[in-house]
C-alpha cells in the first residue's frame, strides 16, 4: 500500500499547524500593539527611543550582546504593602486596628509604627488583608495607601521593578530578548547604572568596572588619538596599566556612544494595567534618560 499521500498530508498539517502557532497567532497578538495608558500616571508608554539609541541597538545587535545578556524579567507575582501616612488623632483606635491586623507584633513595637510616619506597616501580604487593613485604618481616622509590589527571582536580584512586557519594545526593531544569561539581565541596566562613563568603563575594561568580568572588552569600539589644545571631556580616566602613551587619550566612536546611548535607554519601569506596580510620588517612571555626549 502507498502512504506517500498520507504521509505527506501529515507533514503538511504538521508544518501548517507550527506556521500558524509560532508565526501567524504572535503576529496577531502582538504585531498590532499601539502605545498604552500608564497606571496613574497621565502619559502613554512608550515613546521612542532618541536618535543616537536607536543607533546603539543596531550596534548592540551587531556585537552579539544578545548572545549572553538578555531582556526578560520574570516575575512570579504581586503582593501588597500596606504604607500609613498619617495617625490621625485617635492614636488609641489606631493601635487597636494595628493589634488586631498584626496578632503578632507586640504592643510597644506598634506604637514605634506611629513614629516617624509615613511608614510600612503590612508588608508581602495578599490583596484582600490588605485592602481590610486599608479600611480598618480609614475608619480609626488614619490615613494609608496600598500599594502593589512584584516579587520574583529577578527582581529580586535588583535586575527589574517589574515584569516584562511586550511593550516594552514597541519600537525597537529588531526585538534583542536574547536567550542566555552569561551575564546579567539588560532590561532595566539604563536604572542600575545610570553613569555614561561607567558604561564606556566597563565597555573598554569590563574588569575594572566589575571583578572577574568574564565579558570581553570591546576596544575596538573607541580611538586612541593625540590629545589637542585640551582633553576630550569624553576621554577615558584608565589605570597605568591600560592608559595610552603619554599625549594621547581613549575616546569613544560614535558606535561605542550609540551603545551606550542604548543601554542608558533600557528603562521598564513604567507601570502598565497588564504589569502593575506603585510607583513612589517622587520617582514617577521615564522612558528614556539623555544620551551621553555626542562628540566623537
Not at 115 to 136: C, E, I, Q, W
Not at 248 to 258: L, M, N, S
Amino acid at each position: 500500500m502507498n502512504h506517500g499521500p498520507v504521509i505527506f498530508l501529515a507533514a503538511f498539517l504538521a508544518l501548517t499547524a507550527s506556521w500558524f502557532g509560532f508565526v501567524l497567532m504572535p503576529d496577531i497578538q502582538v504585531g498590532g500593539l499601539q502605545q498604552t495608558n500608564m497606571v496613574g500616571v497621565a502619559a502613554t508608554y512608550p515613546v521612542e527611543r532618541p536618535g543616537l539609541a536607536r543607533e546603539g541597538l543596531d550596534v548592540y545587535r551587531a556585537n552579539g550582546c544578545a548572545s549572553c545578556h538578555s531582556q526578560q524579567v520574570r516575575q512570579s507575582g504581586t503582593v501588597c504593602n500596606v504604607v500609613m501616612t498619617d495617625a490621625g488623632t485617635n492614636r488609641v483606635a489606631v493601635i487597636d486596628v494595628l493589634t488586631q491586623e498584626l496578632p503578632d507584633t507586640s504592643r510597644s513595637e506598634i506604637e514605634q509604627m506611629l513614629v516617624g510616619l509615613p511608614k510600612t506597616v503590612l508588608k508581602g501580604s495578599d490583596r484582600p488583608k490588605a485592602n481590610r487593613m486599608v479600611r480598618a485604618l480609614k475608619s480609626s481616622g488614619a490615613k494609608s495607601s496600598l500599594s502593589i509590589v512584584p516579587v520574583g527571582p529577578d527582581i529580586a536580584r535588583g535586575w527589574g521593578k517589574r515584569q516584562t512586557v511586550a511593550e516594552d519594545f514597541l519600537y525597537d526593531d529588531p526585538v534583542m530578548l536574547g536567550s542566555q544569561r552569561i551575564g546579567p539581565d539588560l532590561a532595566n541596566v539604563g536604572l542600575r547604572e545610570p553613569d555614561a562613563r561607567w558604561e564606556y568603563l566597563h565597555l573598554y575594561a569590563p574588569r575594572l568596572e566589575v571583578k572577574g568580568s568574564i565579558m570581553p572588552p570591546f576596544r575596538y569600539l573607541f580611538d586612541e588619538r593625540k590629545i589637542g589644545q585640551a582633553p576630550s571631556p569624553d576621554a577615558l580616566a584608565l589605570p597605568p596599566d591600560l592608559a595610552p602613551p603619554h599625549g594621547y587619550e581613549i575616546v569613544p566612536t560614535r558606535k561605542a556612544q550609540g551603545l551606550v546611548a542604548y543601554l542608558l535607554s533600557l528603562q521598564a519601569t513604567a507601570p502598565l494595567f497588564n504589569a502593575p506596580l506603585t510607583v513612589p510620588p517622587s520617582a514617577e517612571p521615564t522612558a528614556q534618560t539623555n544620551a551621553p555626549s555626542k562628540n566623537p
